[in-house]
């Protein structure tokens, strides 16, 4: 339970092992403290109420008018209170690729989301029809009915009217136009450009492809974890595989070696099997000599084929 904890940790983050033990131990901790209140509220009692000290009871009463002191101001003014003018919602004809972050806000847009669509921008997202607010993680359909009719995107417009606006099609600030890609040498920064892929998800895909030697097929990268349907969508369109995958030398890695494999690095049983079968039977020569291992996962196997070198 304890190692399957640690391995959820390790995918959902995307830290190595040290980590995860130090963030369930800080987990752990946090737990306890929290319910150091509730022992003491139980213990209190027994400490407070001896006979050589003032009863609980005084304690409360204590307690009671030290709250009520603190309730009364110390001066009082005179002036009504004014509402905050910032709570206030104001709907007005907006370009969600140009709006500030104050006057999101003012729109009724919560200040995560306004920051989410902030740096969303700022990492050369672009909006090119209202449905693509949508597309930002967390946005509010009852939000998006109010605010939707006063969207107005200027540059689609210009677009349709065949003004001289900038085209859609020019790279945003500091990227060159997005092409299709090796997803085996693409690093965190191409990952990004993605939409709908921020630095964890980047080094996640990375981790998990380092760990299986290369993705074989754009469709494991459905193995990934975290990874939604429109995002894979967008990662099936621009990835492609033109490198090819590292194998592994079945009948010389090691224990560790083959254990560090993605496919593998939560069968220590079956990599024990196979260690065990190759150093008293000898090499293997082909992928029937694993799958007819006694208590080996088929499945499992199959998944490692594209991986394996028998040579």
């Not at 009520?68 to 104001?90: G, H, L, N, T, Y």
């Not at 992928?287 to 040579?311: Q, T």
Request: overall charge positive; hydrophobic content about 40%; glycine content about 6%.
């Amino acid at each position: 339970m304890l190692r399957r904890l640690l391995f959820f940790f390790e995918d959902f983050f995307g830290i190595s092992p040290r980590e995860a033990r130090g963030a369930l131990a800080l987990l752990v901790l946090s737990f306890f403290m929290l319910l150091v209140p509730t022992f003491f509220r139980k213990l209190a009692p027994v400490f407070f109420n001896r006979p050589d000290g003032p009863p609980a009871a005084s304690l409360d009463s204590l307690a009671e008018v030290l709250r009520s002191a603190a309730a009364v101001p110390a001066f009082p003014s005179s002036r009504p209170a004014v509402p905050d003018s910032s709570s206030r919602i104001a709907y007005f004809v907006f370009d969600p690729n140009a709006a500030s972050i104050p006057q999101m806000q003012q729109l009724g847009f919560p200040p995560y989301l306004a920051q989410r669509i902030d740096k969303y921008r700022g990492r050369g997202g672009k909006f090119r029809k209202a449905d693509d607010l949508l597309r930002i993680y967390g946005f509010p359909e009852d939000l998006f009915a109010r605010v939707r009719p006063y969207v107005r995107i200027r540059q689609a417009e210009s677009a349709k009217t065949g003004s001289s606006a900038p085209s859609q099609a020019h790279p945003a600030k500091g990227f060159a136009a997005l092409t299709p890609f090796d997803i085996n040498t693409a690093d965190t920064v191409q990952l990004q450009r993605i939409r709908g892929i921020g630095s964890k998800l980047a080094q996640r895909i990375v981790r998990f492809r380092d760990g299986l030697g290369g993705f074989h097929n754009v469709s494991q990268l459905q193995e990934v974890f975290g990874l939604s349907e429109p995002v894979l969508e967008e990662l099936y369109k621009y990835c492609r595989v033109e490198s090819p995958v590292q194998k592994v030398r079945i009948n010389e890695v090691s224990y560790e070696g083959l254990l560090a494999h993605t496919y593998l690095r939560r069968e220590r049983r079956l990599v024990g099997i196979i260690i065990h079968y190759r150093q008293h039977h000898g090499s293997y020569l082909r992928l029937s000599d694993l799958l007819h291992l006694e208590g080996a996962d088929p499945d499992v196997i199959r998944k490692m084929e594209p991986y394996l070198d028998f040579r």
